[in-house]
C-alpha cells in the first residue's frame, strides 16, 4: 500500500472511530442477529474458541474481537487505523474482557511465526493493496494445520455496485471488491480452501432501505444497519433467506452474491 493510499486509510477509520460511541457498537448481533449468515456459518466451522489463539486483521469498530475474547478466545486485534484498535480495546472493556491490540497494516502483521491456531479477517481484503502479501501474512502467523476465514464483498452484483456508486461518503475511495482471481490467489497460499457465498434476493433489505424507508447510502452504512433488525422486522425477509440457501449454491448465480466467505488450512 503506498503512503498515500494508507494515510486515506487511517484518516478515514480514524475519523470514524472517534465518531462512534460504544453503545452503539453491537456485538453480539454481528454473529447472533438472523442478517449474520456469514458470521453464523463462521462459528459453526470454528467450533470450540475456548484456549484458541486468534488474530483479527482489520478489526475495526472491534465487535467480532469482542465476542470471539467471550467465547474464550485470546485475541489479539490488529487495525491500520489507532483510533480504530484504541476503540476495540475499550469496547471490551465495556464488555468485561480483554483484547490485546496492535496498530499495524495486514501487509506487514507485526506478530511472530506460527503463533496464532484461528485468523479472522473481515471486510478487510479489498482494502489492501496488495492481497498476496497478505495472504502471505497470514499463512506465516498460523500454527501449523492453523486455519484463517474471511468475508469480504463480491464484484460482481450490478445492485451493490449501484450502492457502492452511490455510498461514497462511508467508504473508501481505494477499496476493490474481490474477484475470482483472488480465490484462486488464496488457494496457492493454503490448502483446503473453501467457499461460500451470501447475499443475493435478501439484498432486497438494502432496497427497502433506500425505497421504502428513504435512507440514503452515504446517510447511514446499510451493512451496519442491517444489525438494528429484529426478527419480527424482518418476518417478510426471512423466507427470502430460505430461497438464498438454494440461490448461493447454483454455479455462475452465486457470483451475483454480495459477500464471499473464504476458509482454508496452513
Given at each position: 500500500m503506498d503512503s498515500s493510499q494508507q494515510q486515506r486509510e487511517i484518516d478515514f477509520h480514524n475519523e470514524w472511530a472517534n465518531s462512534t460511541s460504544l453503545d452503539k457498537v453491537r456485538v453480539a448481533e454481528l454473529f447472533e442477529s438472523p442478517v449474520a449468515m456469514e458470521n453464523r456459518w463462521i462459528l459453526h466451522c470454528m467450533g470450540d474458541l475456548k484456549g484458541k489463539k486468534l488474530l483479527d486483521i482489520g478489526a475495526g469498530?472491534?465487535?467480532?474481537?469482542?465476542y470471539f475474547a467471550l467465547q474464550g478466545a485470546q485475541v489479539t486485534c490488529t487495525d491500520i487505523s489507532p483510533g480504530m484498535v484504541e476503540l476495540a480495546q475499550r469496547l471490551a472493556l465495556h464488555h468485561g474482557t480483554t483484547i490485546e491490540g496492535i496498530v499495524t497494516p495486514g501487509?506487514?502483521?507485526?506478530a511472530a511465526d506460527g503463533q496464532f491456531d484461528i485468523v479472522y479477517i473481515a471486510n478487510t481484503i479489498h482494502h489492501v493493496s496488495s492481497k498476496e502479501k497478505l495472504f502471505s501474512e497470514i499463512h506465516r502467523v498460523l500454527k501449523p494445520n492453523g486455519r484463517f476465514f474471511s468475508i469480504d464483498p463480491l464484484a460482481y452484483n450490478p445492485v451493490i455496485n449501484v450502492y457502492r456508486n452511490m455510498a461514497t461518503e462511508v467508504?473508501?475511495?481505494?477499496?476493490?471488491?474481490?474477484s475470482l482471481a483472488d480465490l484462486d490467489l488464496v488457494k496457492r497460499h493454503f490448502r483446503n480452501v473453501q467457499h461460500r457465498e451470501f447475499w443475493i434476493a435478501t439484498l432486497l433489505l438494502f432496497l427497502k432501505y433506500y425505497l421504502i424507508d428513504r435512507v440514503h447510502p452515504n446517510q447511514e452504512r446499510y451493512w451496519k444497519r442491517i444489525f438494528e433488525e429484529t426478527t419480527t422486522s424482518l418476518a417478510w425477509w426471512l423466507p427470502i433467506r430460505s430461497l438464498d440457501s438454494v440461490l448461493t449454491r447454483i454455479p455462475l448465480v452465486k457470483l451475483l452474491a454480495w459477500n464471499i466467505v473464504m476458509w482454508g488450512e496452513k
Open positions: 469498530l472491534g465487535e467480532s474481537s469482542v501487509e506487514t502483521i507485526e467508504r473508501t475511495e481505494d477499496e476493490a471488491p474481490l
